[in-house]
C-alpha cells in the first residue's frame, strides 16, 4: 500500500482509496443522509435523537470552536463527502471553503454540488499551497492517517508537528483550529488488531494524547480538549445497525460490497471504544 516516498508522511494515496473509494452509494446505504463519516456529537441530545441530529451537532460545535463567523474563508483537511463545509457555509454564514481530500470518489461527489463557495481540492495537505490565507482550519477524522505504522513515535510526532506547522502558516499565525481525532488510550500501537489495520486501514496510525502535545507545543495553543470516545462507541453500533439493515433489504449485495468486513470492523471499534482501549479527542486550538 505504501512506497519510500510516502512513508515520510503517512498513509499513501493507494491506502486512502482502499478504504474511502469503495463506492459512494455503498456508504450512502449506513451513513446518514449528510455522509458525515466520522464520530457524531450525542451529549444532551434527547435518548432518541437520530444519527443525523448528532452529526449536525458535531458540526456546529467545531464551527463554534474555530468561532466560524460571516465572511469567513475556513479550510477543512480531509473534508470527507462535504457536510462540515455545508454547515460552515449555509448555517455559520463562511464566506467559502476548501476541503482537503484524497478521495476520488468524495471529490467528484462534492464537485457535483455545484456549489462555488465550495470547493475541494484532491490532494494530500503536505502537498498543498493555498493561495490565500485562512481565517480557521477544522480536521475531522483525517489526522488517523496522517503517520504510518512502521515509523517511530519520533518520526510520527515530526509529521504531527509538520500538520500544525502548515495550519499556522496557512492561518498566517491568527487563526484557530479545530482536531477531531481517534487516539490510543488504555492500548499500544502492538496490540492493534491486524485485521483493522491490515484490510481495513492500511497504511494508518493513531495518535496519543502526548504526540499531539508534544507535536503542537510552540506553534498553537490547547484550549480545549475533552475524549468523547463513548459518542463513538454509539456511532459505530448505530452504523452497524444501518449496514445490516441495508443487506436485510437488500439494498446492499454481501456478495458484491464488503458488508461483512466492514460490519465486523464497526463492531469492533465499537468494543474498543466501550473498553477505553480507543478514545476520540476533539481539541480546540488557538493561536499562540
Ligand atoms: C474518516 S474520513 C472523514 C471525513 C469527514 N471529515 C467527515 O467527518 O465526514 C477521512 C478523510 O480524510 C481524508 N484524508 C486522509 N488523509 C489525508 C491527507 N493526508 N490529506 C488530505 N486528506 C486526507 C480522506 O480523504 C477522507 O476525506
Same mark, same amino acid.
Request: proline share 5%; aromatic share 10%; with cysteine.
Given at each position: 500500500?505504501?512506497?519510500?516516498?510516502?512513508?515520510?508522511?503517512?498513509?499513501?494515496?493507494?491506502?486512502?482509496?482502499?478504504?474511502?473509494?469503495?463506492?459512494?452509494?455503498?456508504?450512502?446505504?449506513?451513513?446518514?443522509?449528510?455522509?458525515?463519516?466520522?464520530?457524531?456529537?450525542?451529549?444532551?441530545?434527547?435518548?432518541?435523537?437520530?444519527?443525523?441530529?448528532?452529526?449536525?451537532?458535531?458540526?456546529?460545535?467545531?464551527?463554534?470552536?474555530?468561532?466560524?463567523?460571516?465572511?469567513?474563508?475556513?479550510?477543512?483537511?480531509?473534508?470527507?463527502?462535504?457536510?462540515?463545509?455545508?454547515?460552515?457555509?449555509?448555517?455559520?454564514?463562511?464566506?467559502?471553503?476548501?476541503?482537503?481530500?484524497?478521495?476520488?470518489?468524495? *471529490?467528484?461527489? +462534492?464537485?457535483?454540488?455545484?456549489?462555488?463557495?465550495?470547493?475541494?481540492?484532491?490532494?494530500?495537505?503536505?502537498?498543498?499551497?493555498?493561495?490565500?490565507?485562512?481565517?480557521?482550519? +477544522?480536521?475531522?477524522?483525517?489526522?488517523? *492517517?496522517?503517520?504510518?505504522?512502521?515509523?517511530?513515535?519520533?518520526? @510520527?510526532? *515530526?509529521?504531527?508537528?509538520?500538520?500544525?506547522?502548515?495550519?499556522?502558516?496557512?492561518?498566517?499565525?491568527?487563526?484557530?483550529?479545530?482536531?477531531?481525532?481517534?487516539?490510543?488510550?488504555?492500548?499500544?500501537?502492538?496490540?492493534?488488531?491486524?485485521? +483493522?489495520?491490515?484490510?481495513?486501514?492500511?497504511?494508518?496510525?493513531?495518535?496519543?494524547?502526548?504526540?499531539?502535545?508534544?507535536?503542537?507545543?510552540?506553534?498553537?495553543?490547547?484550549?480545549?480538549?475533552?475524549?468523547?470516545?463513548?459518542?463513538?462507541?454509539?456511532?459505530?453500533?448505530?452504523?452497524?445497525?444501518?449496514?445490516?439493515?441495508?443487506? @436485510?433489504?437488500?439494498?446492499?449485495?454481501?456478495?458484491?460490497?464488503?458488508?461483512?468486513?466492514?460490519?465486523?470492523?464497526?463492531?469492533?471499534?465499537?468494543?474498543?471504544? @466501550?473498553? *477505553?482501549?480507543?478514545?476520540?479527542?476533539?481539541?480546540?486550538?488557538?493561536?499562540?
Amino acid at each position: 500500500m505504501s512506497d519510500a516516498a510516502d512513508i515520510e508522511f503517512g498513509g499513501s494515496a493507494a491506502a486512502i482509496r482502499h478504504h474511502y473509494d469503495v463506492g459512494n452509494a455503498f456508504y450512502r446505504e449506513w451513513l446518514d443522509p449528510s455522509m458525515a463519516y466520522s464520530c457524531a456529537m450525542w451529549e444532551g441530545l434527547p435518548e432518541d435523537a437520530s444519527l443525523e441530529e448528532a452529526q449536525h451537532q458535531k458540526h456546529l460545535f467545531h464551527a463554534r470552536s474555530i468561532h466560524a463567523a460571516a465572511g469567513m474563508r475556513v479550510l477543512d483537511v480531509g473534508c470527507g463527502w462535504g457536510e462540515m463545509m455545508r454547515t460552515l457555509l449555509d448555517d455559520c454564514g463562511v464566506a467559502e471553503c476548501v476541503g482537503l481530500t484524497m478521495s476520488e470518489e468524495q *471529490h467528484a461527489h +462534492i464537485g457535483h454540488l455545484g456549489r462555488p463557495d465550495m470547493q475541494a481540492v484532491l490532494t494530500n495537505w503536505r502537498d498543498y499551497r493555498p493561495d490565500r490565507p485562512f481565517d480557521g482550519i +477544522i480536521s475531522i477524522g483525517a489526522f488517523e *492517517h496522517f503517520a504510518h505504522p512502521r515509523q517511530t513515535v519520533e518520526e @510520527r510526532r *515530526h509529521v504531527y508537528r509538520e500538520f500544525f506547522s502548515a495550519c499556522r502558516d496557512w492561518t498566517e499565525g491568527k487563526g484557530r483550529l479545530s482536531l477531531q481525532t481517534i487516539a490510543y488510550a488504555n492500548m499500544t500501537p502492538d496490540q492493534a488488531n491486524p485485521f +483493522i489495520t491490515g484490510e481495513i486501514f492500511p497504511d494508518a496510525e493513531l495518535p496519543t494524547i502526548e504526540d499531539i502535545v508534544v507535536a503542537s507545543r510552540g506553534l498553537f495553543r490547547i484550549e480545549r480538549l475533552r475524549d468523547d470516545g463513548l459518542d463513538y462507541a454509539r456511532t459505530c453500533e448505530e452504523w452497524s445497525r444501518r449496514l445490516r439493515r441495508a443487506v @436485510r433489504d437488500g439494498r446492499i449485495d454481501p456478495a458484491r460490497e464488503p458488508a461483512e468486513k466492514y460490519s465486523r470492523y464497526l463492531r469492533m471499534s465499537a468494543a474498543g471504544f @466501550r473498553m *477505553h482501549k480507543i478514545g476520540l479527542l476533539r481539541i480546540a486550538f488557538s493561536p499562540k
